[in-house]
């Protein structure tokens, strides 16, 4: 059965990029579907929900999308700085992050910045939500990792790191998530907040994937994408996906098949078939779309994506086992749910009925 998708893609030409997607089992094609020069300064970052595509860039602000309506939605200008990254929880809430060291929680109802968080001392350089939504992690140049308490949007711990770690991101089951310095991918346990292992890359890497809970899809600055086993803190598989450095990749997943995403520095975008099975083979090409643009970031859209029924919000803890502790009832089962991540000031409050006298 066909289904229809659109590749969204950023680059240094300020200029973002859509295609539309048509799959079959037969046959994938892609065709340009718009071209928008949506900011004054190269683009950053991007990311999709179920009806909006959001970009960040280096002029400081975040443009809107209405993907349902194929129309802009305005601009959100809380940031004083470049916007260095993105992320939906759900539909309800967007996340973001800045060089000015920012984390700002918005609510895509009335798009209010809900709240707004010193994170770092320096620039925040990546952010991910937990899956259950209760909690994020940011890293930034002040060489701290920080987990947030998204409940009450205060700090539940920090970690001292040597290096600035330029990516972090949960796993899917949100047991453990990894955290990339250079060339290293840290594999961290959250119940321990510790390191279990250490993946180096032979370059310095670009953009991670987890493809499920226990395989990543590691880019760096070579054609190779490599895909890596947490368990066995190894590369089980690799291929070469384009004549230059791939600079991001995405994945979602068809019935019986992940399909992988890369975008290079030679313009091209590459759709990628994979078969998750225990003796991974290198995956075969779906489709490939020659921007002619110099990339930056790629997120994929989907226009429909069911949401699991909502959970309550963890109430607030201050250490790792603590958080562990909260999120255990959710540990190993994957939500993406519309949980209010913080106190919604986006909906109105019901008003108390008057007593009116006789």
């Known amino acids: 059965m066909a289904a229809?998708?659109?590749?969204?893609?950023?680059?240094?030409?300020?200029?973002?990029?859509?295609?539309?997607?048509?799959?079959?089992?037969?046959?994938?094609?892609?065709?340009?579907?718009?071209?928008?020069?949506?900011?004054?300064?190269?683009?950053?970052?991007?990311?999709?929900?179920?009806?909006?595509?959001?970009?960040?860039?280096?002029?400081?602000?975040?443009?809107?999308?209405?993907?349902?309506?194929?129309?802009?939605?305005?601009?959100?200008?809380?940031?004083?700085?470049?916007?260095?990254?993105?992320e939906f929880y759900g539909t309800s809430h967007l996340l973001s992050g800045g060089e000015d060291g920012l984390l700002c929680v918005w609510g895509t109802k009335k798009w209010d910045c809900l709240k707004s968080i010193h994170a770092h001392k320096g620039q925040v350089t990546s952010l991910s939500v937990h899956p259950s939504g209760k909690l994020a992690l940011t890293v930034g140049t002040d060489k701290t990792l920080r987990t947030w308490n998204l409940t009450n949007g205060r700090s539940a711990f920090i970690k001292n790191i040597k290096q600035t770690a330029h990516i972090v991101r949960w796993s899917p089951d949100g047991d453990k998530y990894v955290v990339v310095v250079d060339d290293e991918v840290n594999i961290y346990d959250l119940e321990t907040a510790s390191v279990t292992g250490t993946i180096t890359n032979p370059k310095r890497i670009s953009s991670v994937k987890f493809l499920n809970n226990s395989l990543l899809a590691v880019a760096g600055d070579d054609e190779i994408v490599r895909l890596c086993e947490l368990e066995k803190l190894k590369c089980v598989c690799e291929f070469k996906a384009h004549e230059t450095r791939v600079k991001a990749v995405d994945s979602f997943m068809m019935e019986d098949y992940c399909v992988l995403v890369t975008a290079s520095n030679d313009g091209l975008i590459k759709m990628w078939k994979l078969h998750l099975k225990e003796e991974l083979e290198p995956p075969t090409l779906l489709v490939e779309v020659n921007t002619s643009a110099r990339l930056t970031c790629l997120a994929v859209w989907k226009p429909s994506s069911v949401q699991p029924p909502a959970e309550e919000p963890a109430t607030a803890s201050s250490t790792s086992e603590e958080l562990a502790r909260e999120l255990s009832k959710t540990k190993r089962v994957r939500i993406a749910t519309e949980v209010v991540v913080l106190e919604d000031e986006s909906k109105p409050r019901k008003k108390k009925k008057k007593d009116v006298g006789k």
């Open 4 to 86: 229809v998708l659109e590749l969204i893609v950023g680059s240094y030409e300020q200029v973002v990029l859509g295609y539309r997607v048509a799959t079959d089992d037969e046959e994938w094609t892609a065709e340009a579907n718009f071209t928008h020069h949506a900011h004054t300064a190269s683009i950053s970052a991007l990311a999709a929900s179920e009806r909006f595509v959001v970009t960040g860039s280096k002029d400081e602000t975040i443009q809107l999308y209405d993907m349902k309506k194929k129309t802009e939605h305005g601009a959100l200008l809380h940031h004083d700085g470049s916007i260095t990254c993105l």
